[in-house]
């Protein structure tokens, strides 16, 4: 096997599986007047498609916290 071959097929192994933690953080200035949102997220994703996000914290703005960033993880988990 080809060192590029073997290359390809340890990446292909290593994005199996992964984990990590994000922070997502959201500042709003409008017609509202400003609004904050931050929320720390675990992350873990197992091949072929199945995602996990637990919210660890989060802090500011419920407005922003369910509409904004929930909502980004929604949109996470479904896509591919």
Sequence with gaps: MGR???KNRDRELALRK???TRIYRVHY???LGMRKAEAVVS???VSPNHKEFVVLSQSGSKFILSHVIH???EG???AE
């Design 29 to 31: 200035v409008g017609g």
């Design 18 to 20: 992964f984990q990590g």
């Design 76 to 78: 996470e988990k479904e």
């Design 4 to 6: 590029l071959q073997e």
């Design 43 to 45: 992350y873990r994703y």
């Design 71 to 73: 909502g980004l993880l």
